[in-house]
T-cell receptor, first 114, second 115 residues
Framework: RKEVEQDPGPFNVPEGATVAFNCTYS??????FFWYRQDCRKEPKLLMS???SGNEDGRFTAQLNRASQYISLLIRDSKLSDSATYLC???????????????FGTGTRLKVLA | EAGVAQSPRYKIIEKRQSVAFWCNPI?????LYWYQQILGQGPKLLIQ????????DSQLPKDRFSAERLKGVDSTLKIQPAKLEDSAVYLC?????????????FGPGTRLTVT
């Protein structure tokens, strides 16, 4: 089982639609959670961190369910410019010394259609 | 603030040849990461440094890959000899410190094609 799993998509949605992406992680030692956005042939960039209480940034809402080891990203009122790959990232503590590493999912491709 | 710099941006080599990639992280960032991203997959961590010490290299194919971070600043990643399956984008990233919910800043990557 992969440490971080995502539906690879692609998700093809019309402009204005609401779309949700899910991500599951297997390591209960996971500490921090993020969504990164990666445009075609570009580097990943942080979209938002994910907090236990859930957080919202404009049209984007992220949720974390630690009991189910599940993270979600909701995009409302999709724009053409939202077309990209969305990467789920989990920060795992490796040892008591405070060493961490980031594990990336394979990403979910979104294409917003005019 | 200058971002993470990488060079070269593109490299084409034949199998069994050697190649080296260079990364200059954001000034003051203690932690540096090298990732391999194969087409259609998420980035896979190869090695991470805290200053000039290795924190995790568990997924680095040490028989052919090596990396160093001299003086805790710039880093180089080398592949010797290259295989066809090494064709990928090699991403360098840095963050202010090792632990916690800190954003990673990525460089533009080096796209390697092994023929």
């Amino acid at each position: 089982r992969k440490e971080v799993e995502q539906d690879p998509g692609p998700f093809n949605v019309p402009e204005g639609a609401t779309v949700a992406f899910n991500c599951t992680y297997s390591n209960s030692a996971s500490q921090s959670f993020f969504w990164y956005r990666q445009d075609c042939r570009k580097e990943p960039k942080l979209l938002m961190s994910v907090y236990s209480s859930g957080n919202e940034d404009g049209r984007f809402t992220a949720q974390l369910n630690r009991a189910s080891q599940y993270i979600s990203l909701l995009i409302r009122d999709s724009k053409l410019s939202d077309s990209a790959t969305y990467l789920c990232v989990v920060n795992i503590r490796l040892d008591e010394a405070g060493t961490y590493k980031y594990i990336f999912g394979t990403g979910t491709r979104l294409k917003v259609l005019a | 603030e200058a971002g993470v710099a990488q060079s070269p941006r593109y490299k084409i080599i034949e199998k069994r040849q050697s190649v080296a990639f260079w990364c200059n992280p954001i000034s003051g960032h203690a932690t540096l990461y090298w990732y391999q991203q194969i087409l259609g997959q998420g980035p896979k961590l190869l090695i991470q440094f805290q200053n000039n010490g290795v924190v995790d290299d568990s997924q680095l194919p040490k028989d052919r890959f090596s990396a160093e971070r001299l003086k805790g600043v710039d880093s180089t990643l080398k592949i010797q000899p290259a295989k066809l399956e090494d064709s990928a984008v090699y991403l360098c990233a840095s963050s202010p410190r090792l632990a916690g919910a800190y954003e990673q800043y990525f460089g533009p990557g080096t796209r390697l094609t092994v023929t």
